[in-house]
């Protein structure tokens, strides 16, 4: 046992150097040391119990070649939620009760080889219109069927994601609409239930845009991340979105690397905190088109990775996605390559998306079901799928 002196003297060295010296650990499951690397170093993801403080200039562009998850998104319990962060709780689509959406898991794992689900729903679908944390029994059950049949199916990584775009209704959360406290109970909540699952990750919001402040913003991401771990969920991943939909390409600049760098566990590391980045490929970025014109790689991902490096962190691209067209098979391709390629700072991907939608949608990634046998869109045999099994 240490003795209450060395103890005090650790800890006044710790805030003078507040960096860990050259090859030393910086980070890992039960590792509560500093996590800032000495000048030129930083800190290395090896796996989920190690990480260390390697020389920037010895850091392969290309680390293992594939990324630890990556997989779909299951949509359809964020059905009616728009950008304004309305939720119409009759649109929902209970893709459990009403479709197929385990089974399309089930058939994602054992036949398409993935790995990974972002399972979306609306803050009002989950409290019955009640802003707050209690969670309605009925409602949050019937999320709950989906989450557990993420669970069952296999998946490494089961990604629940709030689809609000940081809003209630038209109110921006800790800017004018719902406080801090009552998105933090609402994630204390879900956090509880969940906190022995170590296969569930925290997606805290799905694109905040437009806000008044991005420091503000990062407020509450600490304040969710502050929550979430008091609850007991102490060794699961969460994702850190920014603003300008969480764009990859305008998150350095925009401010929100800065900010959310910020934030930080209850016993002040960072590890499993993730920033959560978007990007689609169409002439707008908005994901509308079935056509592509870009891999993201120069304008978006490869900056990126460059920022991510340099501060010793990772990102998660759980949005991402195109049309199922000799363009987007092209493009999206080329982009998830670079994602595994650089997968030392991107921990996985979930494209857009696969559950409630029919065949038609523009970016449809659900799959056909005839007598027992599943088939799967283009773009998820030849890019989703396809990038990380090479």
Not at 85 to 104: K, M, P
Not at 186 to 197: D, I, Q
Not at 203 to 213: A, Q, R, T, V
Not at 311 to 320: C, D, I, K, L, V
């Amino acid at each position: 046992m240490k003795s209450s002196t060395f103890t005090g003297l650790a800890g006044l060295a710790g805030i003078a150097s507040a960096e860990v010296a050259a090859w030393y650990q910086c980070g890992g499951n039960d590792f509560s040391g500093e996590t800032k690397c000495t000048e030129g170093y930083t800190c290395q993801y090896w796996n989920e119990w190690y990480s260390q403080c390697i020389p920037i200039t010895g850091i392969s562009s290309a680390a293992s070649g594939k990324a630890k998850f990556a997989g779909v998104n299951i949509a359809g319990f964020d059905f009616g939620c728009d950008t304004s962060g309305d939720c119409v709780t009759s649109s929902t689509y209970d893709i459990v009760a009403n479709g197929n959406g385990i089974a399309q898991m089930d058939h994602f794992i054992s036949d398409t080889g993935l790995n990974a689900f972002r399972l979306p729903v609306g803050w009002q679908y989950l409290t019955n219109t009640v802003v707050g944390g209690d969670l309605d029994a009925t409602n949050a059950g019937e999320y709950d069927k989906l989450v557990q049949g993420c669970l069952d199916s296999g998946a490494a990584l089961c990604i629940i994601d709030i689809h609000n775009y940081a809003r209630w209704n038209g109110q921006i959360i800790g800017q004018g609409g719902p406080t801090n406290a009552q998105f933090a109970a609402l994630w204390t909540s879900l956090a509880t239930k969940y906190a022995s699952e170590s296969k569930i990750a925290f997606g805290i919001m799905n694109e905040p845009h437009d806000l008044s402040s991005i420091d503000t913003w990062a407020e509450t991401v600490q304040a969710v991340v502050t929550a979430i771990r008091e609850a007991g969920a102490t060794s699961q991943y969460i994702l850190l979105p920014g603003t300008d939909y969480t764009s990859a390409a305008s998150f350095i600049d925009n401010g929100s690397g800065a900010a959310l760098m910020t934030v930080t566990n209850p016993d002040g590391t960072t590890d499993k905190l993730i920033f959560d980045v978007h990007k689609y490929l169409d002439s707008d970025g908005s994901g509308t088109s079935t056509e592509c014109v870009t891999n993201n790689i120069d304008s978006a991902f490869s900056p990126l990775a460059t920022w991510l490096r340099s501060n010793g962190r990772m990102a998660f691209t759980s949005e991402t996605g195109g049309g199922n067209t000799a363009s987007c098979v092209q493009y999206l391709r080329e982009e998830l390559d670079y994602i595994n390629e650089n997968s030392d700072v991107y921990l996985g991907y979930t494209a857009w998306a696969a559950g409630g939608f029919d065949t038609s949608y523009a970016l449809s990634e659900t799959p056909t079901l005839s007598g027992s046998t599943w088939t799967d869109m283009e773009i998820v045999t030849q890019c989703v799928a396809a990038s990380w099994l090479a």
